[in-house]
């Protein structure tokens, strides 16, 4: 299986803040890559796909990067509606695997 | 609008069984890919399984594939996962996602308690 490193486990950010979420993929995941915010109480909701490609009405402030074995979502300026727990998972070999989970809150 | 509903969680005792239902619309059923994914209480995610837009192909993580079974019915719009054996560990949230390379819509997610 694919691990999917995850860093920071949790984080406390102030509005305006830039923060970055990391993920290694223990293997070349190329850019199946996608990225998932879930607030307290909902279900996941995709933000990020094939990497770089943000989702119809995801704002413009999150933007994810990169390729093969590392990959990073930046949040370029957090928000009072951020607060939330953000994944990693890799869609290019089965099984598909997600990172541990960032807990993301303000100060 | 795309639409995920979920049904059929509980509590249920170990080594019972246990068939979970999602009912699809504001989509062509029939052309996606669709998949389990779960998650712990400790908010751990776990991918399930997936099965082709034709119901004729299915994968599945290799530590549940024993004892889970994904299959869909097009015609009712309705995916399926029939648990088997259950055991403490599974005890989650277990969402209902539709694969497109990754998933893109979640359902509503439903819950599964097992315990004695």
């Known amino acids: 299986n694919t691990v999917m490193t995850q860093s920071p486990t949790s984080m406390f950010t102030s509005v305006g803040d830039r923060v970055t979420i990391s993920c290694k993929a223990s293997?070349?995941?190329?850019?199946?890559v996608a990225w998932y915010q879930q607030e307290t109480g909902q279900s996941p909701k995709r933000l990020i796909y094939w990497a770089s490609n943000r989702d119809t009405g995801v704002p413009d402030r999150f933007t994810g990067s990169g390729s093969g074995t590392d990959f990073t979502l930046t949040i370029s300026n957090m928000q009072a509606e951020d607060p939330a727990i953000y994944y990693c998972?890799?869609?290019?070999?089965?099984?598909?695997?997600f990172g541990s989970g960032t807990k993301l809150e303000i100060k | 609008e795309v639409q995920l509903v979920e049904s059929g969680g509980g509590l249920v005792k170990p080594g019972a069984s246990l068939k979970l239902s999602c009912v699809a619309s504001g989509f062509t059923f029939s052309d996606y890919w669709m998949s389990w994914v779960r998650q712990t209480p400790g908010k751990t995610m776990e991918w399930i399984g997936d099965i082709k837009y034709d119901g004729s192909y299915t994968n599945y993580a290799p530590s549940l594939k024993n004892r889970f079974t994904i299959s869909r019915d097009n015609a009712k719009s309705t995916l399926y996962l029939q648990m088997s054996n259950v055991r403490s560990e599974d005890t989650a949230t277990y969402y209902c996602t539709r694969e497109l390379g990754a998933p893109d819509y979640w359902g509503q997610g439903v819950m599964v308690t097992v315990s004695s």
């Open positions: 293997q070349n995941v190329g850019i199946n």
């Open positions: 998972l890799q869609h290019n070999s089965y099984p598909l695997t």
